[in-house]
C-alpha cells in the first residue's frame, strides 16, 4: 500500500518524523522573531506628546514674559517682553543645529563623531543629521515608543524656556546684547551637559548602557528640578552679583507696575506646567496622570503657604506672594512629579512654599543682592528643596512610586538614604558647574562689550526707549 504522502523513508520512523517537525518548528519561530516588525509610535501617545509641547511653548511665550514684565516698572516692560521672546528665538535655533546632538547623544550613536562622555554627548546629530520622520526613541516602557522629532521639538522648548528664567534676575539694567551672549554662552556650556548628564541613558531596552554622570548616579529628576530650576536659579544669582544692584535699589521705592499681568502669566505658567511635568513622561497614561494632579495640589499647597506666611509676618495676605507661592510650588514639584504620591505633592508644595518665602523676605534682604524677580528665591530654592524631598517622597512607603529595575522588570528596593544622597550630588554639581560657567561667560562679556549694565541715565530713563526706541504704553 502506498502511503498518503511522499515522505522520505528514513523520516517514516516516528521519532525521526518528531524532530523534523520539532525543528521546522523551531526555526519558524526563529524566522517570525527575526521579522517581527519594530515597535511603532502610538498616535495617543505622539498627540499628547505635541500638545505637551505647546503646553510648554505657552509658559515662555507668553506666559514666563507676562508674569516677569508685570512684576518691573512700567519704563521696562517692553525690555524684558523682548528679552524672553528673543531668547526663546535664539535657543531654538541653536537646539536643533548643535543643541540636540550634545544634550541626548551616545556611544551607539556615533562612533566617530568625536568624544562622548557621561557629561556631554557628541555631534553625530549636528544640525538634526539622521533625525528623520521614521526616527523613533524610546521612553519609559519598554518597547514603547514617539517619533524623535516629537522629542526633539518637547527638549527644545526646555532648553528654551531656561536661559530665559535668569533673564529676571537681571531686569531693568543689563544690555540686551550681554543678554543674549549670555544667553548662548550659558545655553551652550551650562545647560546642554546638565540635560545630558541628568536625562542621557540607553532607555528600557538598553538600560545597562553608558548613560548620563548623574543619571548613572541614581538622581531623579523627572521633568527639570536641576537641569532647569536649580541651574537657571544659580546662574542668576551669580548675574545678579556680578551686574550689581539696579540705581536706588533699598533707597528708592521699586514696586511691580502691573500685577494684573503678573497674575495673568503665573497663570499661563500653571497651565504650561501640566505639559511640563505629565509631558516628560513621554506616554499618556496613569504616571501622567499622576504628574498632572501632584502640579495641580502642590502649587495650590505652595500658594496657601506663602500667602500664609506672609499673612503672619507682614499683616496681609499679597496676590503677589500667592502667585510667587504657587510657582515656588510648581518649581519645588518639578523634579518628584512622576515620582511621588498626591499626599507627598502635598507636602512638597508646602515645604517649598514656606522656605521660597523665606530666601524671598529674609535671606535676600539679609544677604543685600539684588535679583530683580526673585529668580534664585523661587527656582533656585525651589528647585534645590524640590530635588532633596523628591528623594523622601519617591518612597514608595511615603505613597511614592519607587525606582523601577529594568534588569528586574519590577520596583527595586527603595532605600531612602542613598536617595537623597543621590539627589544631594545632583544639587551641588548643578549648582557648582552653572556657578562657574555663569562667572567665566560674564567675565568674558564684561571685556568683549566694555561691560555688562546700561549707562545711568539709560537706565533712569528705562530700557524700554533707551535700548529699543519703544514704551510699552503712550
Known amino acids: 500500500m502506498t502511503a498518503p504522502f511522499p515522505f522520505p523513508a528514513a523520516l517514516r520512523r516516528p521519532p525521526l518524523l518528531l524532530a523534523a517537525v520539532t525543528a521546522t518548528l523551531i526555526a519558524s519561530a526563529a524566522m517570525a522573531q527575526t521579522a517581527a516588525p519594530p515597535p511603532v509610535p502610538d498616535k495617543g501617545d505622539t498627540v499628547w506628546m505635541m500638545v505637551s509641547t505647546l503646553l510648554v511653548i505657552l509658559m515662555t511665550v507668553p506666559g514666563l514674559a507676562l508674569f516677569y514684565g508685570g512684576m518691573v516698572r512700567a519704563r521696562n516692560m517692553l525690555s524684558v517682553l523682548t528679552q524672553v521672546f528673543a531668547g526663546f528665538c535664539v535657543v531654538a535655533l541653536l537646539w536643533v543645529i548643535y543643541g540636540y546632538s550634545l544634550a541626548f547623544t551616545g556611544p551607539a550613536d556615533a562612533a566617530s563623531a568625536g568624544p562622548l562622555s557621561p557629561f556631554v554627548g557628541g555631534l553625530s546629530k549636528l544640525g538634526l543629521a539622521g533625525v528623520g520622520t521614521d526616527s523613533v526613541v524610546e521612553g519609559f516602557s519598554k518597547g514603547v515608543v514617539i517619533p524623535e522629532l516629537t522629542w526633539v ?10 536661559p530665559a528664567l535668569i533673564v529676571g534676575a537681571v531686569a531693568e539694567r543689563m544690555k540686551f546684547s550681554a543678554v543674549l551672549a549670555l544667553i548662548v554662552i550659558w545655553f551652550t556650556f551650562a545647560y546642554l551637559p546638565m540635560a545630558h548628564m541628568v536625562w542621557f541613558w540607553g532607555g528600557p531596552s538598553a538600560h545597562d548602557a553608558r548613560s548620563g554622570f548623574l543619571f548613572a548616579q541614581g538622581a531623579l529628576d523627572f521633568a527639570g528640578g536641576t537641569v532647569v530650576h536649580i541651574n537657571s536659579g544659580v546662574a542668576g544669582l551669580v548675574a545678579a552679583l556680578m551686574v550689581g544692584p539696579r540705581l536706588g535699589y533699598r533707597k528708592d521705592l521699586i514696586v511691580p507696575h502691573n500685577l494684573t499681568f503678573t497674575m495673568i502669566g503665573a497663570c499661563l505658567l500653571w497651565v504650561g506646567w501640566f505639559g511640563f511635568n505629565a509631558g516628560s513622561n513621554l506616554e499618556a497614561n496613569g504616571v501622567a496622570a499622576q504628574a498632572m494632579l501632584n502640579t495641580i495640589v502642590a502649587p495650590a499647597a505652595a500658594a496657601l503657604a506663602w500667602m500664609g506666611g506672609e499673612w503672619l509676618l507682614k499683616g496681609h495676605p499679597s496676590l503677589l506672594g500667592a502667585v510667587s507661592g504657587a510657582v515656588a510650588g510648581m518649581v ?45 528665591g523661587i527656582h533656585g530654592v525651589g528647585g534645590i528643596v524640590g530635588a532633596l524631598l523628591t528623594g523622601v517622597f519617591a518612597d514608595p512607603g511615603f505613597g511614592g512610586a519607587g525606582i523601577f529595575d529594568y534588569g528586574a522588570n519590577a520596583v527595586a528596593e527603595y532605600h531612602m538614604g542613598t536617595q537623597i544622597v543621590a539627589q544631594a550630588t545632583g544639587v551641588v554639581v548643578a549648582m557648582v558647574w552653572s556657578a562657574l560657567v555663569t562667572f567665566a561667560a560674564l567675565t568674558v562679556i564684561r571685556a568683549a562689550l566694555g561691560g555688562l549694565r546700561v549707562d545711568a541715565a539709560a537706565e533712569r530713563e528705562g530700557l524700554d526707549l533707551t535700548t529699543h526706541g519703544e514704551r510699552a504704553y503712550n
Not at 153 to 162: D, G, N, R, S
Not at 354 to 373: E, H, N, P, T
Open 153 to 162: 521639538i518637547f527638549q527644545l522648548t526646555f532648553a528654551a524656556l531656561t
Open 332 to 376: 519645588a514639584i518639578t523634579p518628584a512629579a512622576g515620582f511621588a504620591g498626591t499626599m507627598g505633592a502635598i507636602a512638597i508644595g508646602l515645604i517649598g512654599g514656606f522656605v521660597c518665602m523665606w530666601a524671598v523676605i529674609w535671606l535676600k534682604q539679609r544677604l543685600g543682592y539684588d535679583d530683580s524677580l526673585d529668580v534664585f
